[in-house]
């Protein structure tokens, strides 16, 4: 019958665990020098050697010829424990036998003494799986379990032991191996089992693995089937990535625009019957490593990337700003989120997704509205803007990189001048306008409908003045009890209290012909 390669490969002794050495030096000594703990409790993500480590334990607790603190693996509780015919180590999963009934059993035999070998040791895997009332039973028993019997608990979500297990165990912590340690694993494995597999391969398969030893050997069988040689081409076709390649074309598309490519790229995705959301999790795993670039001074120690790659994704990283990484990685953080609920839109999603990835335009959230804003100031930094008329009114005060500061304007606080009937006041734009909208929309989201097209002005008296384009709005607005939300939302916004007599609301022109500054300045910018 065959056997699995993870299973077949199974580290035997605590000298053959890989990447744990902070743990298997301990043991190692715990078990030269004779002095084991009642109870272990050993945490880390899948695959990183729990169960191994407790089995190897449980054999040098029993080892009748340890060597340097290893098990012999060759006296008869060695080889009784290997195949599963020591009735004195018992393995429980606590994903199956959570019940308060299964701990009792186990409490009531500690009592006895081995029947063959030196110590009685239970494994209990997944142990965080136990109901409350089966961590109750186990308490007294874990603290002070007889002289001839020893616990060792296994976890992946540490979180959810109580504290009153944890105190009572030692604890080792299991950490993720390293993409080096598993590509050296999986390769002496590979020679071994006479298995073709190409460096560029093995470094793939260990980044899939996410610091899995199980997971790594597991990948490589299946790249493996049929004794094909493992190439990265055998291992994206077997695992249904799209490749780095396509992930940096697909990048290269969305910085130029380029929708033909986009929707090209996800018709063969869907031909090729690759799954979208691992294009999803690729595309969002290149975005995370351009943040990574750019927000950072040494990011080679933070990205297992080859040189070539690391340049590659340099120039990637060049063609965005901040701003506009974390609005895309939010975009596309929203559409995996949405395929893994419907499986059925998944394409739609996906290409609704890199459409607004293109043109921030297209989206108002406010991470569209920061990439946006980042544009705008750039250019101004580098002198493309100076002095923008606006369409709508004569002149708008915005400051040019040529005027002296003390007789500049803020840009979060343009001067606007009102309309010839009151040239006497002067209005200053407010900035958090869409604050105010979201606030209201959480109570009352018909009023927030209302108000999403005006435009909310201060004076210095501290008078705000709100801008419909039509009377309707105003007249709904106008209202004791939708005023008394407008003022609540204003005064939490501005950090100020906004009486009522300080509230105005005018009815001025068409909103179609008044397009909003920001979409002024972002095409004036275009136009130069």
Same mark, same amino acid.
């Given at each position: 019958?065959?056997?699995?390669?993870?299973?077949?490969?199974?580290?035997?002794?605590?000298?053959?665990?890989?990447?744990?050495?902070?743990?298997?030096?301990?043991?190692?000594?715990?078990?030269?020098?004779?002095?084991?703990?009642?109870?272990?409790?050993?945490?880390?993500?899948?695959?990183?050697?729990?169960?191994?480590?407790?089995?190897?334990?449980?054999?040098?607790?029993?080892?009748?010829?340890?060597?340097?603190? /290893?098990?012999?693996?060759?006296? *008869?509780?060695?080889?009784?424990?290997?195949?599963?015919?020591?009735? !004195?180590?018992?393995?429980?999963?606590?994903?199956?036998? /959570?019940? $308060?009934?299964?701990?009792?059993?186990?409490?009531?035999?500690?009592?006895?003494?081995?029947?063959?070998?030196?110590?009685?040791?239970?494994?209990? !895997?997944? $142990?965080?799986?136990?109901?409350? *009332?089966?961590?109750?039973?186990?308490?007294?028993?874990?603290?002070?379990?007889?002289?001839?019997?020893?616990?060792?608990?296994?976890?992946?979500?540490?979180?959810?032991?109580?504290?009153?297990?944890? *105190?009572?165990?030692?604890?080792?912590?299991?950490?993720?191996?390293?993409?080096?340690?598993?590509?050296?694993?999986?390769?002496?494995?590979?020679?071994?089992?006479?298995?073709?597999?190409?460096?560029?391969?093995?470094?793939?398969?260990?980044?899939?693995?996410?610091?899995?030893?199980?997971?790594?050997?597991?990948?490589?069988?299946?790249?493996?089937?049929?004794?094909?040689?493992?190439?990265?081409?055998?291992?994206?076709?077997?695992?249904?990535?799209?490749?780095?390649?396509?992930?940096?074309?697909?990048?290269?598309?969305?910085?130029?625009?380029?929708?033909?490519?986009?929707?090209?790229?996800?018709?063969?995705?869907?031909?090729?019957?690759?799954?979208?959301?691992?294009?999803?999790?690729?595309?969002?795993?290149?975005?995370?490593?351009?943040?990574?670039?750019?927000?950072?001074?040494?990011?080679?120690?933070?990205?297992?990337?080859?040189?070539?790659?690391?340049?590659?994704?340099?120039?990637?990283?060049?063609?965005?700003?901040?701003?506009?990484?974390?609005?895309?990685?939010?975009?596309?953080?929203?559409?995996?989120?949405?395929?893994?609920?419907?499986?059925?839109?998944?394409?739609?999603?996906?290409?609704?997704?890199?459409?607004?990835?293109?043109?921030?335009?297209?989206?108002?959230?406010?991470?569209?509205?920061?990439?946006?804003?980042?544009?705008?100031?750039?250019?101004?930094? $580098?002198?493309?803007?100076?002095?923008?008329?606006?369409?709508?009114?004569?002149?708008?005060?915005?400051?040019?990189?040529?005027?002296?500061? *003390?007789?500049?304007?803020?840009?979060?606080?343009?001067?606007?001048?009102?309309?010839?009937?009151?040239?006497?006041?002067?209005?200053?734009?407010?900035?958090?306008?869409?604050?105010?909208?979201?606030?209201?929309?959480?109570?009352?989201?018909?009023?927030?409908?209302?108000?999403?097209?005006?435009?909310?002005?201060?004076?210095?008296?501290?008078?705000?003045?709100?801008?419909?384009?039509?009377?309707?709005?105003? !007249?709904?607005?106008?209202?004791?009890?939708?005023?008394?939300?407008?003022?609540?939302?204003?005064?939490?916004?501005?950090?100020?209290?906004?009486? !009522?007599?300080?509230?105005?609301?005018?009815?001025?022109?068409?909103?179609?012909?008044?397009?909003? $500054?920001?979409?002024?300045?972002?095409?004036?910018?275009?136009?130069?």
């Amino acid at each position: 019958m065959h056997q699995a390669l993870y299973r077949k490969w199974r580290p035997q002794t605590f000298d053959d665990v890989c990447g744990q050495e902070h743990i298997t030096s301990i043991l190692r000594y715990e078990a030269e020098n004779h002095a084991f703990s009642h109870a272990y409790l050993f945490c880390g993500s899948r695959g990183t050697g729990k169960t191994t480590c407790a089995k190897i334990l449980s054999k040098v607790i029993n080892c009748e010829h340890p060597i340097n603190g /290893n098990p012999c693996c060759e006296c *008869s509780a060695c080889r009784a424990i290997d195949s599963g015919a020591a009735t !004195d180590v018992l393995e429980m999963d606590a994903a199956s036998n /959570n019940g $308060v009934d299964n701990i009792r059993d186990i409490r009531d035999e500690v009592v006895y003494s081995p029947s063959s070998l030196r110590y009685r040791v239970y494994i209990i !895997d997944e $142990v965080h799986m136990l109901s409350v *009332s089966a961590f109750n039973a186990l308490l007294k028993t874990l603290e002070e379990p007889p002289e001839h019997v020893v616990f060792i608990l296994a976890t992946t979500e540490l979180q959810k032991l109580p504290a009153t297990i944890i *105190s009572r165990c030692q604890r080792f912590d299991f950490r993720r191996i390293s993409t080096e340690t598993l590509m050296s694993r999986i390769s002496y494995i590979a020679e071994k089992e006479q298995i073709t597999l190409h460096p560029d391969a093995a470094r793939m398969l260990a980044k899939l693995a996410q610091g899995g030893m199980r997971d790594a050997i597991s990948l490589l069988e299946l790249c493996a089937g049929g004794r094909r040689e493992v190439t990265v081409e055998a291992v994206e076709e077997s695992v249904g990535l799209s490749g780095r390649g396509a992930m940096l074309s697909t990048v290269e598309a969305v910085a130029n625009k380029d929708y033909d490519t986009l929707f090209t790229q996800i018709a063969e995705i869907v031909r090729s019957s690759k799954d979208i959301g691992v294009f999803l999790q690729d595309l969002i795993a290149v975005y995370r490593d351009m943040l990574v670039i750019k927000t950072t001074k040494n990011a080679v120690s933070y990205l297992d990337l080859t040189d070539h790659e690391m340049m590659q994704l340099k120039e990637a990283a060049d063609r965005f700003r901040k701003e506009t990484l974390l609005y895309h990685c939010k975009l596309l953080e929203d559409a995996f989120f949405a395929t893994q609920k419907n499986n059925s839109v998944k394409r739609v999603v996906v290409e609704m997704t890199l459409v607004r990835m293109c043109d921030e335009a297209l989206d108002t959230s406010s991470e569209a509205m920061l990439s946006r804003i980042a544009q705008l100031e750039e250019q101004i930094a $580098v002198g493309k803007i100076t002095m923008i008329p606006t369409k709508s009114m004569p002149t708008e005060h915005i400051a040019s990189p040529s005027t002296p500061v *003390s007789e500049q304007t803020k840009s979060t606080d343009k001067v606007v001048p009102t309309p010839a009937s009151q040239n006497k006041r002067v209005l200053r734009r407010m900035q958090n306008w869409m604050e105010v909208v979201e606030r209201i929309g959480r109570s009352a989201p018909m009023e927030a409908g209302f108000i999403r097209a005006a435009h909310a002005f201060t004076q210095e008296d501290g008078t705000v003045i709100i801008r419909f384009d039509n009377g309707f709005s105003k !007249d709904m607005m106008d209202k004791d009890e939708s005023r008394d939300r407008l003022r609540a939302a204003l005064s939490a916004v501005l950090r100020r209290e906004v009486g !009522d007599r300080m509230l105005v609301m005018e009815v001025v022109g068409s909103a179609n012909d008044k397009p909003s $500054v920001i979409d002024e300045i972002i095409e004036a910018s275009e136009e130069n």
